[in-house]
C-alpha cells in the first residue's frame, strides 16, 4: 500500500535547526503539492508548509514564517521540511500529507488522502 515515511525528528535545544524528510513508496509525488502538519499534545493539527508540485511556489503558517523551508526532490520522491531558529513551541508530532486533490493543498485536514505516521521534534528551552 502507499506510504508516506517522515523522519528527521528528535530532541534539540531552543535555537537549533532540525530537516525532516517524508519519502513515499508506492506512490508518486511528482503530479502533486505536498504539505507538512504538525500537531502538539491538546492543540488541533495544523498545515504549516505548503509546496506545489513543481517545487516553485511555498507557503507557511504565520507561526513558522521565516524559519522553516520546505522543499521537495521529485526524483527522490521525497519532500523536507528545514527548521531553523527552532522554539518550545514547535515542539509537536510532525505529519506530511498527499492531497485528495493533485493541486489543492491548504490547512483542512480534510482534504488529504494520504498521512505519515509522524516523526517527532522535541525543543527544550
Known amino acids: 500500500q502507499v506510504q508516506l515515511v517522515e523522519s528527521g525528528g528528535d530532541s534539540v535545544q531552543a535555537g537549533g535547526s532540525l530537516r525532516l524528510s517524508c519519502a513515499a513508496a508506492?506512490?508518486?509525488?511528482?503530479?502533486?503539492?505536498m504539505v507538512w502538519f504538525r500537531q502538539a499534545p491538546g492543540k488541533e493539527r495544523e498545515g504549516v508548509a505548503f509546496?506545489?508540485?513543481?517545487?516553485?511556489?511555498?507557503e507557511y503558517a504565520d507561526s513558522v514564517k521565516g524559519r522553516f523551508t520546505i522543499s521537495r526532490d521529485n526524483d527522490k520522491n521525497t519532500v523536507y521540511l528545514q527548521m531553523n531558529s527552532l522554539k518550545p513551541e514547535d515542539t509537536a508530532m510532525y505529519y506530511c500529507a498527499a492531497p485528495l486533490i493533485s493541486t489543492v493543498c491548504n490547512a483542512d485536514q480534510r482534504g488529504y488522502k494520504y498521512w505519515g505516521q509522524g516523526t517527532q521534534v522535541t525543543i527544550s528551552s
Open positions: 508506492r506512490y508518486s509525488i511528482r503530479s502533486t503539492c
Open positions: 509546496i506545489d508540485k513543481s517545487g516553485h511556489a511555498t
